[in-house]
């Protein structure tokens, strides 16, 4: 039997073993509190010492729990510790359900991240054994399996690779034995797993790398099917579908910091990555121009294009997809991934390309749209990723990659990704437009220009400018729900605009066409009731003064988010947010990226208001791998 989810699952896991004096607890908790961002339902940490396994977890936060339980407090005799920090899906939130897992003899320690398809019938199997279930996870089939077969006088390294080979699903799971104090055993199969090593003294594994970035930068990153044995300051690797061939693995040096994962003095990480906008598109502006025209290049050879992504990303693909439309002269199928396979079917067809948009490079209706397109069309078919995380999962099945220079999101609402997504689309489109001579070269360059002036407009903004959101903010406090109206590009601006109030702020709030809003939406407006109005001087803006007219007429209460220069919009609305950027052409496609961070910082302020918490929106999380 086939046990089928329609939850969400993202965990962050983290394991430390050391031959130095260091407080393990203490490191093993500070892991888990930077993987927090991963799951923050339930935690526990166990490490082990007197030959034996010892554990703290609870259901909470991990703050909350820590003060409880205290725990880091492990004795400096324990030299291994594995950490977990959980989003539920199978059973609730709840001590027994939280990780780590133990076997019947409570010698083996298990946590994970993924989903084990088949977990029920494993359970069975095992039930009729004799093994003692005490949770609802999937997880705890895993220390059972493997005391199965060490019970049958397999040594723990093949029990290990034996009971991963029985599990169907997506895991990243790391594992400890209290008889053997010296290894930690790491498997990856679709959830993302790093090792970091500090050389000869202590080795570290975990969902991500900030995990461990304060005590090392040099990491391993493993694939599908590896297995890691970490033993103190080394590790060897193997592919647990042929245990028997060493696998040799390149070691990566990490170049960025951890103040960059770290909020860096912000009260929030949202309003810090807010803040790095600016630095994270002067970064993006330096993505090679071989890699730009390749994907150009690609895009003008080929029959049918389409773009997917989910949420935030999928929005910023509608603005990109915008602009490339523009230069390139033909359509650009917009399908949200969860919907790929059901919408194109068999009229997938070969020479298509598909762009793929993911921050996390892991969402795992991308990835299955990608799987599913890859496996019908086998090699007819090309494959690009713009993704932030270098070696993420859909850069292995993608043929070509350009990584967004944003650096790591940790905030659960994605803000600066939004932004590299855009302006990487938009370079990709001005190398389209030049390969294609629809402009000539001074032409070329001002759009060039204006993209690379996008930094400052939004350093501008930021420092200049912000001083009425929080005014706006309280003024739209007694109204539940209201509109964010577009038309054109900034259509993508209002629905990344209002995606960022629902997430952040738990506002109902609809972003929508203008044009379009007439068809029905107009009969909720009443006096009072709130519109922001997105309104670059661009090609639709004589339409979308109608629109502003019709609305205030019918009592509307009308914000504008409008460029500095801007008269008549500005003299229909109740207030503006003004962008300091000029009024012309080539300023107006780079709309979507300079017009979002008001709307973020927006979202920000009216989660505060609210009393919300918008680095930990209530059912959120942030890389969504299961659907
Ligand atoms: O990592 P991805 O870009 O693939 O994630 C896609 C969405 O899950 C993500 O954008 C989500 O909508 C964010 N919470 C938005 O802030």
């Not at 892991?31 to 166990?46: A, H, M, P, Q, W």
């Not at 000869?200 to 304060?214: E, H």
């Amino acid at each position: 039997m086939i046990y089928q989810t329609g939850y969400l699952r993202m965990c962050g896991i983290f394991g430390i073993i050391t031959n130095q004096d260091i407080p393990i607890g203490q490191i093993a908790l500070e892991g888990i509190k930077r993987l927090e961002y991963r799951g923050y339902d339930s935690c526990g940490i166990v490490a082990q010492y007197d030959s034996q396994l010892f554990i703290k977890k609870d259901a909470g936060k991990i703050d909350e729990i820590n003060e409880r339980l205290k725990l880091f407090d492990f004795p400096l005799e324990s030299k291994l510790a594995l950490a977990h920090t959980r989003w539920a899906t199978h059973g609730p939130p709840t001590k027994v359900n939280s990780h780590p897992h133990l076997d019947c003899s409570r010698k083996i320690a298990v946590i994970h991240n993924g989903i084990l398809e088949n977990f029920l019938e494993l359970k069975e199997q095992l039930e009729l054994e004799g093994h003692k279930f005490l949770s609802d996870t999937d997880t705890e089939v895993i220390p059972h399996l493997i005391e199965r077969y060490i019970r049958q006088g397999i040594d723990f390294t093949q029990a290990v690779i034996k009971a991963i080979n029985k599990c169907v699903g997506a895991y990243g799971v790391v594992i400890c034995h209290a008889d053997h104090p010296d290894m930690i055993i790491a498997v990856r199969k679709e959830s993302p797993l790093v090792i970091g090593i500090e050389e000869g003294k202590t080795t570290y594994c975990a969902s991500d790398i900030p995990a461990f970035l304060p005590y090392t930068r040099m990491c391993y990153i493993l694939e599908d099917n590896e297995m890691a044995i970490l033993k103190a300051g080394s590790v060897k690797f193997l592919n647990i579908t042929n245990p028997d061939e060493p696998l040799e693995k390149e070691l990566n040096k990490i170049e960025w910091s951890i103040d960059a994962a770290e909020k860096g003095g912000y009260k929030h990480f949202m309003l810090k990555e807010i803040y790095e906008e600016p630095l994270a598109l002067r970064q993006t502006m330096k993505i090679p121009r071989s890699k730009l025209q390749t994907f150009a290049k690609i895009l003008w050879s080929a029959k049918n294009i389409y773009i997917t992504a989910a949420g935030t990303s999928f929005y910023a693909s509608l603005a990109g997809k915008h602009i490339v439309t523009k230069f390139l002269g033909k359509y650009i199928h917009a399908i949200e991934c969860s919907e790929f396979q059901i919408e194109l079917g068999d009229a997938l067809q070969e020479d298509s390309v598909i762009i793929c948009v993911s921050q996390s490079g892991e969402t795992i209706d991308l990835i299955e749209a990608v799987r599913w397109a890859k496996e019908k069309l086998k090699k007819k078919i090309t494959l690009l990723c713009i993704t932030n995380v270098v070696g993420s999962s859909l850069t292995r099945y993608s043929d070509e990659t350009i990584v967004t220079q944003a650096g790591p999101e940790i905030g659960v609402a994605a803000t600066k990704t939004y932004c590299t997504q855009v302006l990487t689309l938009a370079l990709i489109a001005l190398e389209i437009a030049r390969y294609r001579k629809v402009l000539n070269e001074q032409e070329i360059n001002n759009y060039y220009e204006a993209l690379k002036s996008t930094p400052d407009i939004i350093e501008d903004y930021l420092k200049n400018k912000v001083s009425n959101i929080k005014d706006i903010v309280n003024n739209l406090d007694k109204s539940s729900n209201f509109f964010y109206l577009a038309r054109g590009i900034s259509i993508a601006t209002a629905k990344e605009g209002g995606l960022k109030l629902k997430e952040v702020a738990c506002r109902f709030i609809e972003g929508y066409s203008a044009a379009h809003a007439k068809h029905g939406p107009i009969s909720l407006v009443r006096e009072g009731f709130p519109i922001i109005f997105i309104a670059p001087p661009d090609e639709t803006y004589q339409r979308l003064v109608g629109n502003v007219m019709e609305f205030k007429a019918r009592g509307g209460k009308i914000i504008s988010v409008v460029v500095d220069s801007d008269k008549i919009i500005t003299n229909l609305s109740d207030r503006t947010i003004r962008i300091p950027q000029p009024a012309n052409k080539y300023y107006n496609i780079i709309s979507p990226i300079t017009f979002i961070p008001a709307l973020q910082l927006l979202s920000y302020y009216a989660a505060l208001k609210n009393n919300l918490d918008p680095d930990q929106p209530r059912n959120l999380a942030k890389t969504v791998t299961v659907h």
